[in-house]
C-alpha cells in the first residue's frame, strides 16, 4: 500500500515512535555498547520509515521493528566481521612523538576502557545473557525481556517456529549453566 506523506508521518509517529526505549534497550544488549545501539535503533528507525509502505496498518508494529533491527543488526555484524581492523594513525603517532611513549601508559589505558565497559554492565544475569552467542541472546532478548510469542519471534527472525523453541531451550540452557554458581551464592538453589 502506498502511503501520502501525512499518513506516513501519522503511522510513524503513532505506531513506531512509541517502541524507541524498547528499540533502545533491545540493541544495547545485542551491540553492548551505547553509541553502536543508538546508531543500530537510527539505522532501524530510517529503515522502517523508507519502507514503511511494505508495513500493514493494524499488524504488530514492534514486530515489525524488531526483524529491522535484527536483520540490521546481523548485517552490520557480517560486514565488521569481514573489515580488517581499524587503527587511528594520528592517536599512534601523538603518541609516538610524545615523551611519554611508554608500554605502562598503553597497558593502563586498556585496563580502564575494559573497567568502563564492565561498570555499564556489571550484573551477572547481563553478563551472562551478554556471553551468550547472538542467535540464542537474540531468542531470550525477544521471548524473555520484550514478551513476544513463538509465533512473532518466528516471523521477526525468518525461521520456523520448532526452531525457535528449540533455539530458546539452548539458550536458557546455556544461561543456566552460566548462572548456576551466582544462583547458588545468592541462596536461589538450596541443594545444588
Request: charged share 30%; hydrophobic share 35%.
Amino acid at each position: 500500500m502506498t502511503y501520502t506523506r501525512e499518513e506516513k508521518y501519522k503511522i510513524f509517529n503513532e505506531e513506531l515512535l512509541p517502541h524507541a526505549d524498547a528499540m533502545y534497550n533491545s540493541a544495547l544488549r545485542l551491540t553492548l555498547d551505547e553509541d553502536d545501539a543508538k546508531d543500530l535503533v537510527q539505522e532501524t528507525y530510517l529503515k522502517a520509515f523508507r519502507f514503511l509502505d511494505s508495513f500493514q496498518q493494524g499488524t504488530n508494529a514492534k514486530a515489525w521493528l524488531f526483524r529491522i533491527l535484527k536483520n540490521s543488526f546481523i548485517n552490520n555484524f557480517r560486514k565488521k566481521s569481514k573489515e580488517p581492523a581499524k587503527i587511528d594513525y594520528q592517536e599512534v603517532e601523538s603518541f609516538y612523538n610524545s615523551d611519554e611513549a611508554d608500554n605502562s601508559r598503553l597497558s593502563v589505558t586498556t585496563d580502564l576502557r575494559s573497567e568502563t565497559v564492565h561498570d555499564k554492565i556489571g550484573d551477572e544475569v547481563a553478563n551472562a545473557l551478554n556471553s551468550l552467542p547472538v542467535d540464542f541472546r537474540i531468542v531470550i532478548i525477544l521471548c524473555d525481556i520484550e514478551g513476544f510469542t513463538y509465533e512473532e519471534m518466528s516471523k521477526i527472525l525468518d525461521i520456523p517456529i520448532g526452531t525457535v523453541r528449540s533455539r530458546l531451550h539452548r539458550a536458557r540452557n546455556l544461561l543456566k549453566e552460566k548462572l548456576h554458581d551466582y544462583a547458588k551464592k545468592m541462596g536461589y538453589l538450596k541443594n545444588a
